[in-house]
């Protein structure tokens, strides 16, 4: 069994969403990031979730919207909201389906 990391860097988060071979190898890092005070670990789980829209032609969609109600939360609520868009439009370019 492979043991998962207690903390995951915005480019770990990332990382994972490029190479894995499953979206379920994304749900520790997304819940990492929904549960994170740092807004580029938010920004990161946002990123994620374009590459497996892209990658897996499907999204963690309880994840997506757990992410998404995040941005609120930070000062960088714009920029966030920004990723959020273009992750969004993975989706929809991609035809990703909710999983």
């Given at each position: 069994?492979?043991?998962?990391?207690?903390?995951?860097?915005?480019?770990?988060?990332?990382?994972?969403?490029?190479?894995?071979?499953?979206?379920?190898?994304?749900?520790?890092?997304?819940?990492?990031?929904?549960?994170?005070?740092?807004?580029?670990?938010?920004?990161?789980?946002?990123?994620?979730?374009?590459?497996?829209?892209?990658?897996?032609?499907?999204?963690p969609?309880?994840?997506?919207?757990?992410?998404?109600?995040?941005?609120?939360?930070?000062?960088?609520?714009?920029?966030?909201?920004?990723?959020?868009?273009?992750?969004?439009?993975?989706i929809?370019?991609?035809?990703?389906?909710?999983?």
């Open positions: 069994m492979t043991e998962t990391p207690a903390e995951y860097a915005p480019l770990d988060i990332v990382g994972i969403a490029m190479k894995s071979d499953a979206i379920d190898a994304l749900t520790s890092p997304l819940e990492f990031a929904i549960a994170s005070e740092d807004p580029w670990v938010v920004n990161a789980g946002i990123l994620a979730i374009g590459h497996a829209a892209r990658r897996f032609k499907a999204y969609s309880g994840l997506k919207d757990a992410l998404w109600a995040r941005i609120h939360d930070f000062p960088q609520a714009e920029q966030l909201r920004s990723a959020c868009l273009t992750a969004q439009d993975d929809r370019h991609f035809k990703a389906k909710p999983v």
